[in-house]
């Protein structure tokens, strides 16, 4: 058990819908970090904040949008969903520039 | 951008032989990290390199990060099944510490 909590574990939906996916990370870690994984893709680096903040940015689309709350916890909204959204997002935490720690990820189905 | 090559991208073992992932960056890291994922599970972290030639011992486990910290791999010697899952190299460099991850090597153990 890594620490980080995500929620909910599975998630399907339609096409052209919203969902928000949610993490909580390890106690005393303020970066978050988030992650689709697909099998043609990769673990590719969506966003991460740190302390509240927006820090980096990597491949996330326009339709996709985070945010890290006063108490820590993040939230990755998806939005006009279409089928190849469908995957696996991990979010991770981690201090500044340590290791990062995953959390169970949320597996989702877009149909 | 950068870019973390890994080979082979799977690789089918008997248990008790060894096996060997390499990973290869575009441009020299600053730290190389390493992760297993096991089937359904998420990414775990197992070690960071950060000198040059720096080679690290876990049990049945040796990293290895290149000279020229560009390159670095991971040995195991007589697989168990245990063993089986997906190992990932996650390089940062250039000043962000945003890791780029491979696309992993899945390693297959057979009894």
């Known amino acids: 058990d890594s620490g980080v909590t995500q929620t909910p574990k599975h998630l399907i939906t339609a096409t052209g819908q919203r969902v928000t996916l949610r993490c909580s990370p390890r106690?005393?870690?303020?970066?978050v970090y988030w992650y689709q994984q697909s099998l043609d893709q990769g673990l590719q680096f969506l966003i991460q904040?740190?302390?509240?903040?927006?820090?980096a940015k990597g491949n996330i689309l326009e339709r996709f949008s985070a945010q890290q709350f006063p108490d820590l916890h993040s939230e990755l909204n998806l939005s006009s969903l279409e089928l190849g959204d469908s995957a696996l997002y991990f979010c991770?935490?981690?201090?500044?520039?340590?290791?990062?720690?995953f959390g169970p990820g949320t597996r989702l189905t877009v149909l | 951008g950068q870019q973390v090559m890994q080979i082979p991208q799977y690789q089918h073992v008997q248990e008790g032989e060894d096996f060997t992932t390499y990973c290869n960056s575009s441009?020299?890291?600053?730290?190389i990290q390493w992760y297993k994922q096991r089937p359904g599970g998420h990414p775990v972290f197992l070690i960071q390199?950060?000198?040059?030639?720096e080679v690290k011992k876990q049990k049945r486990l040796t990293f290895q990060f290149g000279e020229a910290k560009k390159n670095s791999s991971l040995h195991i010697t007589a697989t168990q099944t245990t063993d089986v899952g997906t190992y990932f190299c996650a390089g940062a460099s250039g000043g962000s510490y945003i890791p780029t991850f491979g696309r992993g090597t899945s390693l297959i153990v057979h009894p």
């Open positions: 991770a935490s981690s201090t500044m520039t340590d290791t990062q720690y």
């Open positions: 106690s005393g870690d303020l970066s």
């Open positions: 904040y740190y302390n509240g903040e927006e820090r």
């Open positions: 390199l950060v000198k040059s030639g």
């Open positions: 441009t020299t890291l600053s730290n």
